[in-house]
């Protein structure tokens, strides 16, 4: 250092303090605007957990089979627009020892107990008509913006007439419920056609239907008896 000041190669050797200070500032901004977005994403993960937290605890399996069936009808209604049918396409890409494990899944999941009585009766009828409906959700937050929730969470000495109009396409989707019922309860309950051929052995309608049973698990062994019986020659 000379009496003048300092030397050129003294000031040139590093940065000042004015570019230190503004380094400095630089990298408290950098690091301010890490901790905003750290921030922020922190705040988003929470409402995010908040909202799975909320949701049914079967929501995950809800979701995977609605995106199944909205990818299976898009499959149908391509494979439809060519003219083939999509059932039989769908079973081509089936091996066979699937179909068998989702058989035996399928009868494991929902056996046929047959008739208990009329009270579960009534409650597995409720239940596949209830799993057969599709509502309209954003039809469904309209008309609820609309009434107000105590048409829908009614509430005592609330009136409600009025206050719900039925669209056409559900009216018609309850008509084509009921004739299918109908039919299929019709089906089921036709009665047997009388054959006037056929022997008379029985003196009831509950008779002739405890005669059918024996005769169908014991008439092999019976009938030479019978028609010994008929004809008076038996021993």
């Known amino acids: 250092m000379n009496e003048d000041g300092p030397s050129p190669s003294a000031s040139s050797s590093g940065p000042s303090f004015k570019e230190k200070q503004a380094e400095r500032m630089k990298r408290l901004r950098d690091l ?13 993960e929470v409402v995010e957990e908040d909202k799975r937290n909320k949701l049914p605890q079967n ?30 396409v769908k079973l081509l890409n089936v091996g066979a020892d699937e ?11 929902a056996p046929d107990q047959g008739f208990a009585d009329y009270q579960q ?12 409906i599709n509502p309209n959700m954003e039809h469904y937050e309209k008309q609820k913006n609309a009434v107000g929730e105590a048409a829908f969470y009614g509430q005592e000495s609330h009136i409600l007439q009025g206050l719900h109009k039925d669209s056409r396409e559900g009216i018609d989707n309850m008509v084509a419920d009921l004739e299918k019922q109908i039919n299929k309860r019709e089906k089921y309950s036709r009665r047997r056609m009388h054959n006037d051929d056929a022997d008379i ?27 010994n019986l008929e004809r008076g020659t038996a021993v």
């Open 99 to 109: 179909a068998e494990r989702f058989e035996r899944k399928k009868k494991k999941k």
């Open 59 to 88: 929501w995950e399996a809800r979701k995977r089979r609605a995106e199944w069936i909205l990818d299976d009808e898009k499959k149908r209604e391509e494979v439809e627009a060519e003219g083939e049918d999509y059932d039989r």
């Open 121 to 132: 009766a009534t409650i597995r009828q409720y239940n596949r008509l209830v799993k057969n």
């Open 32 to 44: 301010h605007i890490q901790r905003n977005e750290a921030r922020q994403l922190n705040h988003k």
């Open 201 to 227: 052995d029985y003196i009831n309608e509950r008779n002739m239907k405890f005669n059918a049973k024996l005769e169908r698990f014991y008439g092999e062994y019976t009938t030479e008896i019978k028609q």
